[in-house]
């Protein structure tokens, strides 16, 4: 059930007390330092194909899915939009206000939102960042249909694993489908580390799990403030992989928490002195060697005949505002309406970690989809908690250029249409 605008429900169900007690520390990570180069355009779909799950494409299928790694396609769900070979891009396209758009939840109306990215709940006085909606050059995204993607789901786990802005993906997720469940046909168990949406008619979950850096490190659980405090150990997954074992659709990320520091503390090999044997390494080479870690960990233990693997691609901050030719530097804060210039590319996306996912994921074995977000969301420099966190002072609102969140998204809101692309790939 959609919601229309202007028609908002004034109460829900007490939001679970177990959110609010965890979800303030994660959401304050890395919110300085955090810098990068222009975006890498990924292709990612192509216009009006029908396909088959890519775990069980054919040898000649996987080898030229190779050669054009970027070039996934969607999945028919409505001949009239799928039906022709001509190619298009899902960074090929342009925001469109849509006055008459449609919410599919509120902030209100989903009981499962954590309370700092529930920006309207917060104060956040403008709705219009809610209304934009993602149209593409050449070819059109189907409708998210929550009962489709339900049935899609049945008997099945889908788990997202990484930070906490894939974390937003999945209550983004959960969000869009939860309505279309009675209430005791559904359940939600929530911890730091791994959480569960369960949907008892289907048999189904949707899942996430914690893994911000994908391979294990000092500061999975809990997690240390302090950047430089933190010890990555790059060729060690096993504590997270045992979770990720079984899943039917597994979609990763892994990128803010790189791009907080220019060197990170990192060991590999046996370990022998301990965390006191570490050498801190360019945070693009440690990046490097992790993502390597976690593609031989996929290529060697997914069974493709079952299970299907995408990765999200970087989502990007707005931290410099001069980046739109704003004056002033506030960041992302009091920011209204998307950057309209086509192919604006901000420096909170590192050009050089996307050129490392690409390498790597081009030369698996098992066949990985991109959900690409990164050119898209890049343009919505309104879409951000900004100062709407729900716990900052008025004394900290008023300095922007400190406490401003630009990393985090408001929910409902621009992650939402990653699900829409993501429900394209499914």
Known sequence: MKI????????????????????????????????????????????????????????????????????????????????SHQSCSIENGKWVFNTSAELFYTDESCPYLDKQIACLRNGRPDSDYLYWEWQLDDCILPKFNATALLEKLRGKRLMFSGDSLQREQWQSLVCMVESHIPSDKKSMKRSPSLSVFKIEDYNATIEFYWAPYLIESNSDDPIIPDTKKRILRVDSIAKHAQHWVGVDFLIFNSY????????????????????????????????????????????????????????????????????????????????????????????????RMMEVVSSIVGRMKFPVTFVNITQLSDYRKDGHVSLYTGELSDKEKDDPYTYADCIHWCLPGVPDTWNQILYSYL
């Open 4 to 83: 229309p605008k202007g028609k908002l429900p004034l109460s829900i169900m007490a939001i679970v007390v177990a959110t609010v007690v965890f979800a303030g520390l994660i959401f304050t990570e890395d919110l300085w330092a955090i810098t990068g180069s222009s975006i890498f355009k990924h292709k990612s779909c192509s216009k009006k194909e029908t396909v088959t799950n890519s775990s069980k494409n054919t040898t000649e299928a996987r080898e030229k899915q190779k050669a054009t790694s970027f070039d996934d396609d969607f999945i028919e769900e409505d001949e009239s939009y799928f039906n």
């Open 256 to 351: 803010v928490w790189w791009t907080s520091d220019p060197k990170m503390k990192s060991l590999w090999g046996s370990f022998a002195n301990g965390e006191e044997g570490y050498e801190e390494l360019d945070s693009i080479i440690a990046f490097t060697m992790a993502l390597k870690t976690w593609a031989n960990w996929i290529d060697s233990n997914v069974n493709r005949s079952s299970t299907r693997v995408l990765f999200t691609t970087a989502s990007p901050t707005h931290m410099r505002s001069a980046d739109w030719k704003k004056e002033k530097p506030t960041r992302c804060s009091n920011e209204t309406k998307p950057v309209t210039g086509r192919g604006y590319w901000g420096t909170g996306s590192n050009k």
